[in-house]
């Protein structure tokens, strides 16, 4: 048991790209997606962008087949952060794949074009990747008898279409144009609220689907024949050998159960530093890998870990199951469940949704303190977690699980439980506060509160009986209830005085740690979010108001006999649901002509199709090498040595270049101002600030040498350094002074002498 999966059959990791076979052999195992397109293939389109799946720059269609069903599932994904490793016999689209100068441009990139959607164009194949992606979810065959949308359009709504690319950047362009170009396939969208194109004259021309380039569905094929005959063949060649454990020849290993996860957990080359255990790899968007690891365990196939079962009790969910996955399973249930799949649809953007895990997002909760919107909620609704240790299975609350000790690499999370409240005198609600309602933002706060109610047949009033108060993102190490105010309400019915008390008790219950940044603003939205929740259990808003205003008005709005304010009225249409409405008024005239005629830009399609070739697309000289500066990380001391940590990224260091290796003749400038002087371009011998570059690292490729920077450690020395001038005072008392070139002195205007002798009130003295 101690060799397992050394001795299993090595796999060669096939995928097809754009319909063609590709192998992904002598990579290296953090390779990601992203690498090995723009390295081992032609492909462009996917750019890197941010490197952490928040830009959509990468985005690109991943296609899987399974032969027990005949059924292709489609799903885009954030290349940047998936590791080719994980797509054994998947199948990857990219912008050139839908669409390019020689086969024709797909709809997606004419329209893009034709609705001025693209000005740089960097952002544009992950865009139209994103739309894409979108039409094939929404054209997918649906239940029989189901309308089919008129000719020219999709089934995608306005509404689907506007979020298909809430988690795109764009810098330059502006998201009408881009979002009218994605709406225009939606079958319910008024052609005539689009913006300026260059299908029709605004104002003058009538807007037909008929002047769009034509869309059909089902156009590009997204998963070739030949790559369904292999998987097939592997489906029968596995049945007949069953190996211990699959794995490929790049150092991958993919356990089909739970039994065989602890084999290799049990192997003697199992070590938690050098081996990383993934679903899905949307986690090192958040926390960066700090060095490079020798073997990867894929945990998808443990069919255990995907489970997905809905009984009476409610649902559990495998701890491999996407998050996209649970906002469908959740969207078909109780009030509760559609309110935890709403809030779920806020949390990153559709292409991390689609591969990032729900078990995923509470590990990380649980061991790395990640300010998880998810684990908030589930918190309030009740949840509880099953997990797998070296010697036992626990059940927990999630909790108790929360406020464990973090986790080893050793223990799993097998799958969430959340209960079914029913619909009758339950209410919850969730809340948060981000940079950004859609796309990859984190929260400044989170929260997510549920209450169970009874009516007084004296009074007409409500009655709390049981309720739960969850706060996360706040500045704690996890999402926690606020225990003390929950015990305060159990039992009463909500007036102004209950309300205010509540509030009271939360500031002190809401402590942000020390370090974390706008702590007061934090700690109001918290409050803010509780007052909103209590309030809408309260019978006479009119009482609350007065106790808020000294007329008797709220902030909200003004209170009527009722005690319903417009914003509560205003509150029960879902704004998640409401697409953007505008319409643009143009008034053109001759008198400028051509300037503001609506042209499509040249090359516009060729920036859409990823074929336009940028400054990064330029294929790399052969053998060449890859550098990466080491930085300072302490100001004004003495360079005395640069070390490596002992770690697999420092092996693939070549060499390192520093102001010592510069040749004799040399100088160590980094740049030169006329007049101003020279700027070093090594810290030597001396660091002046933090961040300046003390030496670059050498490797074969940019990760490895990005990496092996981080390895650096430097060793500094502040003996025989004279204190840092920080002040006007101190530079005065040394004689230090800053003297402009002449052509940057002032120039002398008038006699000042003269002026001054002439002036009616002088200064006699000063300093």
Known sequence: ??????????????????????????????????????????????????????????????????????????????????????????????????????????????????????????CTPGMCMSIFSALVKADKPGAAGEPAPPPG???????????????????????????????????????????????????????DVGKLPEYTSGAVCTFPEFLKSEIKASVDQQTNNVPAAIASEDGWYHPRSIQELHCLFDSNWFDGNSVKIVASNTGAGVYK?????????????????????????????GAAVSISKAIEVFSDGTPVFRKIAGHLSKVASPFVRNTATVGGNVIMAQRLQFPSDI????????????????????????????????????????????????????????????????????????SAFLARTSGDAATGELIVDEICLAFGAYGVDHAARARKVEEFLKGKSMSASVILEAVRLLKDVIS????????????????????????????????????????????????????ASSLEKQSKVASNDLPIRSRQELVFTEEYKPVGKPSTKAGAELQASGEAVYVD???APKDCLYGAFIYSTHPHAHIKGVNFKSSLASKKV??????????????????????????????????????????????????YAYMAAKQAV????????????????????????????????????????QGMSEADHKILSGE
């Open 654 to 703: 070549i060499t390192v270049i520093s102001a010592k290796d510069i040749p004799a003749g040399g100088r160590n400038i980094g740049s030169s101002f006329p007049g101003l002087g020279d700027e070093p371009l090594f810290g030597d011998p001396v660091s002046e600030f933090a961040g300046q570059n003390i030496g670059v690292v050498i490797a074969e490729t940019q990760k």
């Open 1 to 122: 048991m101690g060799s397992l999966g050394k001795d299993a059959a090595g796999e060669r990791v096939v995928l097809a790209v754009n319909g063609v076979r590709r192998e992904a052999a002598g990579v290296d195992p953090s390779t990601t997606l992203l690498e090995f397109l723009r390295t081992r293939t032609p492909v462009r389109g996917p750019k890197l962008g941010c490197g952490e799946g928040g830009c959509g720059a990468c985005v690109v269609l991943i296609s899987k087949y399974d032969p027990a069903t005949d059924e292709v599932t489609e799903f885009s994904a954030s290349s940047c952060l998936t590791l080719v490793g994980s797509l054994n016999h998947c199948s990857v689209t990219t912008s050139e794949g839908i669409g390019n100068t020689r086969d024709g441009y797909h709809p997606v990139q004419q329209r893009l074009a034709g609705f001025h959607a693209s000005q740089c164009g960097f």
């Open 714 to 753: 430097i060793e500094y020395s502040t003996e025989n350094l004279e204190p840092p001038i920080l002040t006007i005072e101190d530079a005065i008392q040394h004689d230090s002074y800053f003297h402009p070139p002449p052509f940057l002195a002032p120039k002398p205007v008038g006699d000042f002498e």
């Open 153 to 207: 359009f999709s089934k995608l709504t306005s509404c689907e279409a506007e979020h298909a690319v809430s988690g795109n950047l764009c810098r330059c362009t502006g998201y009408r144009p881009i979002v009218d170009a994605c709406k225009s396939f939606a079958a319910d969208v008024d052609l005539e609220d689009l913006g300026l194109n260059s299908f029709w004259k605004k104002g003058t021309d009538r807007a």
């Open 375 to 446: 684990a908030t909620v589930l918190l309030a609704a009740g949840s509880t977690v099953t997990i797998q240790t070296a010697s036992k299975m626990l059940c927990l609350t999630l909790e108790e699980f929360l406020e464990q000790p973090p986790c080893d690499a050793k223990t799993i999370l097998l799958s969430i439980f959340v209960p079914d409240w029913g619909s009758d005198n339950v209410i919850f609600e969730t809340s948060r506060a981000a940079p950004r309602p859609f796309g990859n933002a984190v929260s400044y706060v989170n």
């Open 512 to 563: 942000p740690s020390e370090g974390t940044t706008h702590p007061e603003y934090r700690v109001s939205l918290a409050v803010s979010f509780l007052f909103s929740f209590l309030s809408s259990l309260a019978t006479d808003l009119d009482e609350l108001a007065k106790a808020i205003t000294p007329n008797g008005l709220s902030t909200n709005g003004t209170m009527n006999r009722n005690g």
């Open 617 to 619: 697309d330029i294929p």
């Open 289 to 317: 890998d700090q060095d490079l690891y020798e073997k990867y365990i894929d945990i998808k196939g443990i069919p255990e870990l995907s489970v997905i079962d809905r009984s009476s009790k409610g649902v559990e969910i």
